[in-house]
């Protein structure tokens, strides 16, 4: 058993200490806003996400894991610090670190012990370096330390499967002896464990993300490509990835990536790589796309409606992805603000994002349920891909709507099924520029 502190108990932090609790060892998760800290003494947690909740009420029951807003309290006796702070998009692309280096300046203040400081957090190539500066510049005394970068590689909504089947670890520091406690710690996830340096796992992450993002961007494109020529995009991407050196994953086509981690994540690769003299000729071509993919559906809108001035359309979905309640760069809402900012009226609907909407939204008129939303609706927008809404009921959804328009972001439902309900019916990449030229002989 090993006693560990976790910084920030946001999405990779309460993650991150819950499952290490889990595992058996002593976790104190530490936030500044004591409110949060509060909240999850009495079980109410910040985040959304599936099975988190039964895992954190074991653990908490169990003594194992327990939360608070003080660093004196939450350091004592560990041996392991673990840095889960966020690192939002700053002015011009580049990770805002001002939550990181408040977190190492309070653990050198803190700090009475040997301990290993461990940044989880996804932080700029360097930044390693930088946050062992801080800490032997803000001790009180000099206390041996170490510095180990770990990223994570957690996806929102399947995180806890993530965290305890990793494809890998990654970690690097300096301190080949740090380097190997912090691999101790993880060697019970019986996964393949990489160690390298500081900058060079700093750099696997975002290298990692952006490889991702671009696979959505290329298969983005490919369906814009394959919309004008009339082929079948899904079938295509089908084709390609029995191909091994190629795969399926990451080959769906869409409204484009979203979340905390990939918009983020590539701007700020883009951005070390200018400051550094290198032209991120790709990166920049990836971003541009996956805004084209927003584009593409209102411009599907207006083609289909002729104007968006007073039409009602409805989101059907509002969360980034299935499984959080995270809004953050969801493309939903950002397809929402460009039918808003063109007369339209738009409505939104989502099974658990609802109250983030409400709180920080105020274009969107939320629903009930998709039959409420469907109501008198001039045409919905598939724009998240939950599993409820692969079941609902088309006969009914029809009946309600004044036009029975879909336009399907997330290519959910076979085009036949739904035109053979009445429906007109445009997806992202199924042909239909194509078909149509074909039909009208051209």
């Given at each position: ?171 690097g520091s300096t301190d080949k002896t740090a380097a190997n406690k912090v691999a101790q710690l993880h060697l019970a996830l019986r996964a393949p464990i990489v160690v390298t340096d500081l900058r060079t796992a700093e750099m696997i992450k975002y290298a990692s993300n952006a490889f991702l993002a671009t696979r959505i961007s290329f298969i983005n494109e ?221």
């Amino acid at each position: 058993m090993a006693n560990i502190c976790v910084v920030g108990v946001g999405y990779v932090g309460l993650v991150t200490g819950t499952c290490f609790a889990d595992l058996g060892n002593k976790v104190v998760a530490l936030d500044i806003v004591e409110k949060r800290v509060e909240n999850l003494k009495k079980g109410i947690l910040p985040i959304y996400e599936p099975g988190l909740k039964e895992v954190v009420e074991r653990n908490v029951r169990a003594e194992r894991l327990s939360f608070t807003s003080s660093y004196k309290e939450a350091l004592k006796d560990v041996e392991f610090v673990f840095i889960c702070v966020g690192t939002p998009e700053g002015v011009d692309g580049e990770a805002d670190l001002q939550y990181v280096r408040m977190a190492a300046e309070a653990i050198a203040e803190n700090m009475d012990h040997e301990m290993i400081v461990i940044n989880k957090s996804t932080v700029p190539v360097g930044t390693g370096d930088w946050v062992a500066s801080i800490i032997r510049e803000k001790q009180a005394q000099d206390i041996p330390f170490a510095v180990v970068s770990c990223p994570e590689f957690l996806r929102e909504g399947s995180a806890l499967r993530d965290f305890f089947n990793p494809d890998r670890t990654v970690l690097g520091s300096t301190d080949k002896t740090a380097a190997n406690k912090v691999a101790q710690l993880h060697l019970a996830l019986r996964a393949p464990i990489v160690v390298t340096d500081l900058r060079t796992a700093e750099m696997i992450k975002y290298a990692s993300n952006a490889f991702l993002a671009t696979r959505i961007s290329f298969i983005n494109e490919i369906a814009n490509i394959c919309e004008a020529l009339g082929a079948d995009v899904k079938e295509v991407a089908q084709g390609m990835g029995y191909d091994k050196r190629i795969g399926h994953h990451f080959l769906e086509s869409g409204v484009g990536y979203g979340g905390s981690c990939f918009p983020k994540d590539v701007k700020a690769l883009a951005y070390m790589a200018q400051i550094h003299g290198t032209e991120p000729q790709l990166l920049q071509s990836v971003m541009e796309i996956n805004l084209t993919q927003r584009r593409q559906i209102v411009l599907k809108l207006e083609d289909m409606l002729g104007t968006l001035k007073d039409k009602v359309i409805g989101m059907v979905g509002l969360a980034f992805k299935e499984n959080t309640d995270d809004i953050r760069e969801s493309p939903a809402l950002d397809i929402a603000k460009m039918l808003h900012d063109r007369g339209a009226v738009v409505r939104g609907y989502d099974p658990v994002a609802m109250e983030n909407v409400q709180r920080t939204t105020k274009y969107i008129n939320l629903s009930e349920d998709p039959y409420e939303l469907a109501q008198g609706s001039d045409a919905l927008v598939i724009a998240t891909p939950w599993n409820e809404f692969k079941s609902l009921d088309f006969d009914k959804i029809r009946s309600l709507m004044k036009q029975p328009i879909i336009v399907d972001g997330r290519n959910l439902y076979e085009p036949t099924r739904l035109t053979s309900l009445g429906f007109k019916y445009r997806g992202v990449g199924r042909g239909f520029k194509g078909a149509m030229l074909e039909s009208n002989g051209k």
